[in-house]
């Protein structure tokens, strides 16, 4: 009688040392009436092929619309985003996945276009990311997100009126600097030098009026009409 051996197969992330990070940037600046892309941001794509995100956000500050959410740069343009809003409530939910798991990397897992409503009376908004589960809760992340307050979640800062930037801020004139691939801001492209705050907020942000997206250098990035107001020397722009 001949015997039968059967193998089972193992699909292991032997090169994921660390936990994933999947967050919002907590220091957006906008003004009110504006549109502003927030990005989910990954530190650690290894493995990944879809993520379900639930997002919770004050319904009376912002709108959203579900066709506007894309997949970000994460997956490498093979990417698809599905999302619904529940406008009344104030809660997204987004799957977005790709046929084929991510290699190594990191960036933005969906960009999130709020509009900012003009009578928002707030100083700050908070956007809450309330869930998320990488390849159906089998990638762990080192920040578990839920729903409330938590390292997690985004915060966007409303700029009412006519501001002059932060005293911690440089600013750059995003009609002279988003015409070139890569950015490497000199003493020309500021108004105010000043040098770099330390420690760093690291940040990811998407300007999406300008067609330009800074990716996440180790610096601030944040709009106030056609101005950017940053205080880090190098980003990229991510086609």
């Known amino acids: 009688m001949r015997s039968c051996h059967r193998r089972l ?57 579900a066709k506007d959410i894309v997949a970000g740069n994460a997956w490498a343009g093979r990417g698809v985003a599905m999302a619904s809003v529940d406008q009344q409530a104030g809660v997204l939910t987004i799957f977005a996945f790709s046929t084929t798991s991510l290699a190594e990397g990191s960036g933005t897992l969906v960009d999130v276009p709020f509009t900012i409503k003009n009578d928002i009376s707030a100083v700050t908004v908070a956007i809450d990311l309330a869930e998320v589960k990488l390849n159906e809760g089998q990638i762990e992340l ?72 800074l990716h996440r250098g180790r610096g601030f990035i944040g709009p106030v009409g056609d101005l950017v107001f940053a205080n880090t020397y190098n980003w990229r722009r991510m086609r």
């Open 142 to 213: 080192a920040a578990i997100p839920i729903p409330g307050t938590d390292t997690t979640d985004g915060t966007l800062t409303i700029v009412h009126g006519k501001t002059s930037p932060p005293n911690d801020l440089v600013q750059v004139d995003l009609r002279r600097v988003c015409s070139v691939t890569e950015l490497h801001l000199s003493q020309e492209s500021f108004v105010q030098p000043l040098p770099p705050l330390d420690p760093m907020p690291p940040i990811h942000f998407t300007l999406i009026d300008e067609v330009a997206r």
């Open 9 to 65: 197969r193992y699909e292991l992330l032997e090169s994921r040392d660390l936990l994933t990070t999947v967050q919002i940037s907590d220091a957006i600046v906008v003004h009110p009436g504006s549109q502003v892309t927030v990005p989910v941001t990954v530190d650690d794509t290894t493995g990944i092929r879809a993520a379900e995100i639930r997002i919770e956000y004050d319904a009376a500050q912002l709108d959203v619309r």
